[in-house]
Nanobody
Framework: VQLQASGGGLVQPGGSLRLSCAVS????????IGWFRQAPGKEREGVSC????????YYSDSVKGRFTISSDTAKTTAYLQMNNLKPDDTAVYYC?????????????????WGQGTLVTVSS
């Protein structure tokens, strides 16, 4: 299984970015796909995920109302639209897949990780 993340970069506060995570080789029928992030000196945080079975989503309190997760109809690519970005959103973002669904978006349950993509929010 390969997860290819893209879309990070430098943006000013209040700006927007969209992250993508392209999946290949996945044979699971039921899973959740989404993102974690880790800022320097901080623990990794589960940001958002979407369930493959019913489309249910999860957002951490820190991004709720600003970030939107989605996937294409073939479920081969997930997207994280990040709006109204804040300096506290600066982190390396990792896409990931678990096998237990969107109710359990914690890093110890991740089955597959993609490479990180850096998001920097700064003026």
């Amino acid at each position: 299984v390969q997860l290819q993340a893209s879309g990070g970069g430098l943006v000013q506060p209040g700006g927007s970015l969209r992250l993508s995570c392209a999946v290949s080789g996945l044979t699971l029928k039921y899973y959740a796909i989404g993102w974690f992030r880790q800022a320097p000196g901080k623990e990794r945080e589960g940001v958002s995920c979407i369930s493959s079975s019913d489309g249910r989503t999860y957002y951490s309190d820190s991004v709720k109302g600003r970030f939107t997760i989605s996937s294409d109809t073939a479920k081969t690519t997930a997207y994280l639209q990040m709006n109204n970005l804040k300096p506290d959103d600066t982190a390396v973002y990792y896409c990931a897949i678990n096998e237990v669904g969107s109710d359990y978006w914690i890093d110890t349950l991740v089955a597959y990780w993609g490479q990180g993509t850096l998001v920097t929010v700064s003026s």
